[in-house]
């Protein structure tokens, strides 16, 4: 199978996934068009001749706006030449590079919650969903019930919450506010569409939340200890290869319970909040 192929998912929407696998990116990236006349390019993608081509040759002369869900590496680079080849416009919130951000995402429109992109065909409505990185955004296609959840909700794997750019606290919430839209269908930035968007996302909360509660457990049990440490005794049902990223997604769990003063940090170590009992 190429994946380079473009892939009719509606009518309006079509999705070509970039040639970038990989332990974080699973299959590739996936690059969205939405529209028939005008057309809109969500998350364009890594900056791959032969991707950026095969998007142009299907639909240059069609694309109006080149939108993010965020500006990681993986989907945003892509962005700056689509715009300069095709005079789109491009869209998206840009925050401060922290090592992870893509650096040619610059002078693009920013979005608001609830806004509004109309192509000839669709709207697209923006959700500010912070959590993976402060800046991220879904994209809802009412008219084909189709939530475009960009690396807020992947196929097959859970997505990494890096600090302080990425926040579990807020990951969670934005879970829970997607739960007050009308979908029926998620197309992800990895993966294939997700089935039972509202299901999955009760189980992404539930699945984080069970995690929050073994970082609890395992401090009860260890006391005052450091996240390389804690990090094989939470997250030993994942593979020891991942544990590097694990870790951060730890670091993302220890902080929303240090906000819920929960447990307390000093010197790199970690331990529970001791309660004062009267």
């Not at 998912?9 to 970038?20: C, E, K, S, Y």
């Not at 690396?151 to 829970?176: C, F, Q, W």
């Not at 544990?243 to 730890?250: I, P, R, V, Y």
């Not at 670091?251 to 010197?267: F, S, Y």
Request: with cysteine; net charge negative; glycine share 6%.
């Amino acid at each position: 199978i190429s994946y380079l192929e473009p892939v009719q998912l509606t009518p309006a929407v079509h999705r070509i996934t970039a040639n970038n696998s990989g332990p974080m990116t699973g299959p590739g990236t996936n690059c969205y068009i939405v529209g028939t006349q005008k057309i809109a390019v969500i998350d364009p993608g890594p900056l791959l001749d032969d991707h950026v081509e095969r998007i142009l040759e299907n639909f240059g002369n069609r694309i109006e706006w080149v939108i993010v869900t965020h500006t990681h590496r993986d989907h945003s680079p892509a962005a700056a030449k689509l715009a300069a080849r095709t005079g789109a416009k491009m869209v998206g919130n840009v925050i401060a590079n922290d090592g992870l951000q893509d650096p040619s995402f610059e002078n693009a429109i920013p979005l608001l919650n609830n806004q509004t992109i109309k192509t000839d065909t669709r709207v697209i409505r923006s959700i500010l969903t912070p959590g993976h990185v402060s800046n991220h955004v879904c994209f809802l296609i009412e008219e084909d019930g189709l939530l475009m959840t960009g690396d807020h909700m992947m196929e097959g794997s859970t997505v990494v919450i890096v600090p302080p750019a990425g926040s579990m606290k807020r990951y969670i919430d934005s879970l829970k506010r997607l739960l007050d839209y009308e979908f029926s269908y998620v197309a992800p930035g990895h993966g294939t569409v997700i089935m039972e968007p509202k299901r999955e996302i009760e189980r992404l909360i539930a699945h984080r939340l069970s995690r929050e509660s073994k970082v609890i457990d395992k401090l009860t049990r260890i006391g005052n200890t450091e996240i390389s440490k804690l990090t094989p005794l939470v997250y030993d049902d994942v593979d020891p290869s991942l544990h590097e990223w694990a870790s951060l997604s730890l670091h993302a769990h220890l902080i929303k319970l240090q906000e819920e003063r929960v447990v307390q940090e000093k010197d790199g170590c970690w331990q529970l909040v001791k309660k004062n009992h009267k």
